[in-house]
């Protein structure tokens, strides 16, 4: 049977008062330096000194970047036009359950093949760039430019020799226009 002091309506209650209860705090014993625990650096963080010198990422922070950046760049525009072609797809006698699967498995496939290539542009371009870096020793334009060149050229090179001239000078065209950009903005806007 349930303790009837637990009730405040109760008639024995009101017959004699009992003091109020204290509720139970679980951290009152607890003085933790709540300063100390959250205070978070804002700089970076480097394991050796030689680390906190270089200006930037290092070969595989570099591949892992723009690897990871091509394809979901690439899987996001693929999943895009693979929803056009789903929704251009549908028939009007096609239940709504058929017209979704339609519509993702149009978005899935495009996605995988837009996303995997630019991954592989992006992966290319990484190693070249890095590359020259390393044998250059100096990071600047130059390695940007030829590391487009090379990637465009590699990425279609199972195309024929034209195919792999044109693509070169596309995506060393395309590196020196985001370089230049990349420099007019650090330029005129102010951040």
Not at 27 to 53: G, M
Not at 72 to 83: D, F, I
């Amino acid at each position: 049977m349930a303790d009837p002091r637990n009730f405040p309506g109760s008639d024995r209650d009101q017959d004699h008062q009992q003091p109020a209860r204290r509720l139970y705090n679980p951290y009152q014993d607890l003085h933790l330096p709540h300063r100390a625990a959250y205070s978070i650096p804002t700089t970076p963080e480097f394991l050796f000194q030689e680390e906190s010198v270089a200006q930037r990422r290092s070969w595989g922070e570099n591949l892992t970047y723009y690897t990871g950046i091509g394809y979901l760049s690439g899987a996001s525009a693929g999943a895009c036009l693979g929803l056009r072609h789903g929704l251009s797809a549908a028939e009007p006698g096609d239940t709504l359950k058929l017209r979704i699967n339609r519509l993702l498995n149009s978005c899935g496939a495009e996605g995988r093949r837009f996303g995997n290539r630019v991954g592989v542009i992006g992966l290319l371009y990484a190693g070249l760039e890095s590359g020259m870096v390393a044998a250059r020793d100096t990071d600047d334009w130059v390695n940007s430019v030829a590391a487009g060149l090379g990637t465009g050229a590699l990425f279609r090179a199972a195309s024929g020799p034209r195919s792999a001239a044109v693509a070169g000078a596309i995506g060393g065209l395309a590196v020196g226009a985001a370089v230049a950009g990349k420099q007019l903005v650090k330029r005129y806007v102010p951040i």
